[in-house]
């Protein structure tokens, strides 16, 4: 029997971290973890290194790291441990690191992310910020690199599946007319601007289907989470915004669709749990047990879909129009939503302000070629500049 597979989580402690060590757990005889990373939740760190005995585990500050160090020596554990943003870079692109699972949420995943791509991993990509940012230049490396990208993004994941194994080119080439993007509409699926303007944190984090990290959660609320993952699929899939249809499917049974020339519509379904597709992801082409309860039609009993309300939820929109404009415009739109969500979160910016910030800084900012990674990172670092100051302004 061959060796098991080296695998480096980055964000290990967040709720795509824990899906994944979940999966992983499963089949020691496949996978061993080769490094955990967390940004500051060291008491989570150091139960997942007791778990799984990672080689190495990385935290942000080194205070953090010298207590998981004095806590694992206590407990015999062999486990190194390093601190820094470039201690991220060196786990992804380790030699002995075959499988790579991108789940930092934010533009701090991209160089990690981007090294690992680099080094010719396996990339298992849930950090959608990450190819938002940096698009062209990112799929570049993939193929540059001969990474294998596999989206974990539950939609991407899903029209992966239902795509031919060879689907880059352009999807006409493959005859796909269109790719079907479900949503489930987030908390406030029907809400009237009015209402929305008195969403608090607590209700926007509080998802009907999914259980996931507070960025997220609000970005789904707010739809810049289709957004962003309209952007992600015109990368993915080489498409353009025009060929990605929005569907509001309120049950998230049906993850995605690719609707081919021949009227055909192939979708994959399956229970709303991450541990899908990071198993799909982990185990490409095969397939193995994810922990995931089969599909119970019959209590499902029913699918429902519905068009994106557009003008109760702006950020789906401005998320497209960032994607036709290219160059550093994702880039920008991804910084300004990243503030504004933070600001959010922190009551200091109202639930429907979110996409207003995010307009203004997008109008304030310049749009330039994204072909370089410093031309991004200084697009990114402008927008949030743009952001702060209007958020203290206000
Ligand atoms: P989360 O907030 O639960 O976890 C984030 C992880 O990243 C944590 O381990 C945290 O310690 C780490 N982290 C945060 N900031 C960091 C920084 N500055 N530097 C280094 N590490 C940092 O988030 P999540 O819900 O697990 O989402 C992770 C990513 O996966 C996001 O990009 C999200 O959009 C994407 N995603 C999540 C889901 C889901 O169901 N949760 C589904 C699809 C895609
Ligand atoms: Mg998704």
């Known amino acids: 029997m061959s060796q098991p597979q080296a695998v480096t989580v980055l964000g290990a402690t967040g709720s795509i971290g824990v899906s994944t060590l979940d999966v992983l757990a499963r089949h020691p005889e496949r996978y061993r973890v080769h490094a955990l990373t967390a940004h500051r939740s060291r008491e989570t760190l150091l139960e997942q290194c007791r778990a799984h005995a990672p080689a190495l585990a990385v935290l942000d500050r080194e205070a953090d790291a010298a207590w998981l160090r004095e806590r694992l020596s206590a407990a015999g554990l062999a486990t190194e441990v390093r601190c820094g943003p470039e201690a991220l870079v060196e786990v992804s692109e380790a030699a002995e690191v075959e499988v790579v699972m991108a789940a930092i949420v934010g533009a701090a995943g991209l160089l990690p992310t981007l090294a690992a791509v680099r080094a010719g991993k396996r990339v298992l990509l849930a950090n959608k910020e990450a190819l938002v940012m940096s698009g062209s230049l990112f799929m570049d490396a993939v193929d540059r690199h001969g990474a294998t990208l596999l989206p974990i993004d539950s939609e991407h994941n899903a029209i992966y599946q239902c795509l031919p194994v060879e689907h880059r080119g352009g999807l006409s080439r493959h005859g796909v007319t269109q790719l079907l993007l479900t949503a489930s509409g987030g908390p406030f ?198 952001a702060q100051a209007r958020l203290e302004r206000r």
């Open 189 to 386: 699926r029907g809400w009237s601007a009015e209402a929305l303007a008195g969403v608090t944190p607590e209700q926007a984090c509080a998802h009907p289907n999914w259980s996931m990290g507070r960025k997220i959660s609000v970005d789904s609320a707010t739809l810049m989470n289709k957004g962003l993952e309209l952007i992600e699929a015109c990368w993915l899939f080489d498409a353009r915004p025009s060929q990605i249809q929005v569907v509001v499917h309120p049950q998230s049974v049906i993850h995605s669709m690719a609707a081919y020339a021949d009227g055909s519509v192939l979708a994959q379904l399956g229970n709303p749990d991450m541990r899908t597709p990071i198993a799909y992801g982990l185990s490409w082409p095969q397939r193995i047990d994810a922990g995931v309860e089969a599909l119970d039609l019959f209590q499902i009993a029913r699918l429902d879909f519905e068009p994106a309300d557009e003008a109760a939820f702006p950020c789906l929109r401005l998320a497209r129009e960032a994607m036709e404009d290219g160059g550093t415009a994702p880039a920008v739109l991804n910084a300004a939503n990243e503030v504004a969500v933070e600001a959010f979160l922190d009551g200091r910016l109202g639930f429907a302000e979110i996409g207003e910030l995010v307009a203004r800084v997008r109008e304030a900012c310049p749009v330039a070629p994204a072909t370089e990674l410093e031309g991004i990172l200084a697009a990114d670092a402008r927008a949030r500049r743009e």
